[in-house]
């Protein structure tokens, strides 16, 4: 048998296959995406001129602009149904709000409760009984203590409500009587808008004071219904509308109105 000389060299044995050379590692295979990418588009290309030539898509400038305004009318449609999600959102936020609200002063209050000191019955209830004090005949009477009115005819009370007077000490108790009557009003500095306002007496500075409606000032009453019964106003007298209505029908000009402390 022959062997073959060499320096440093030998023959591979059969089956063996060479050890790769140390520190060097076989490079990873990644996907080439650019080629993938120039795929996709040749595919969908191809796939649309083979369904263009069975006559499955539009052609013609009628019907691209059919198709045209169809998709328009998705997006405009999909962007309807989100306005209108996001706006019943709202709604529901701004009636959460109004929940949590609802219990505090108006915005356009602008005097301070104050506490009424009225007279009572023996078992603490608030008294709706007619002043003695109040004179006689065809009346209107107010209570000061009470924040009531009473509406009085042949010794008959005929209606008896609570109103809201004033905060300020500027009607005295005695006799006055209706002087001017008007529809609609305005209050001084455009602090609101009242109907039905019966005038009968000025106070310190000139100003009228009289029965009215609650006024209402940039769209909104300056107090609450359950707040009658307690001094807010600047100097007249507050009162429900259909109140007010049944005073205006009551006491036309020259009627009798009796306050009483």
């Not at 023959?11 to 790769?20: E, F, I, M, N």
């Amino acid at each position: 048998m022959k062997h073959v000389k060499g320096t440093g060299q030998h023959r591979a044995q059969p089956g063996r296959r060479r050890a790769a050379p140390r520190g060097k590692r076989r490079a990873e295979v990644r996907p080439r995406y650019g080629r993938i990418a120039v795929f996709s588009a040749a595919a969908v290309v191809t796939l649309v001129a083979v369904v263009g030539g069975f006559g499955l898509l539009p052609s013609g400038p009628e019907n691209a602009s059919a198709a045209s305004g169809a998709l328009r009318q998705s997006v405009v449609d999909s962007q309807q149904a989100h306005g209108r999600s996001e706006g019943e959102n709202r709604e529901k936020q701004a009636e959460e709000r109004g929940k949590a609200t609802s219990e505090k002063p108006g915005k356009k209050l602008r005097v301070v409760a104050a506490t009424t000191v009225s007279r009572q019955n023996t078992d603490g209830r608030r008294t709706t009984a007619l002043p003695a004090d109040s004179g006689t005949g065809r009346r209107v009477v107010f209570s000061e203590s009470e924040q009531r009115v009473w509406l009085v005819d042949d010794g008959e009370v005929l209606r008896s409500y609570l109103v809201s007077g004033s905060v300020y000490d500027n009607l005295e108790p005695g006799t006055y009587a209706v002087y001017s009557r008007s529809r609609w009003a305005v209050g001084i500095d455009d602090s609101g808008t009242m109907q039905y306002f019966v005038r009968f007496t000025q106070g310190d500075q000139g100003a009228a004071i009289g029965f009215h409606t609650i006024p209402v000032d940039d769209g909104e009453p300056v107090q609450t219904l359950g707040q009658l019964g307690t001094p807010l106003s600047h100097g007249c007298i507050r009162q429900r509308t259909p109140d007010a209505i049944a005073l205006w029908d009551f006491a036309p000009i020259g009627t009798t109105v009796v306050v009483t402390a």
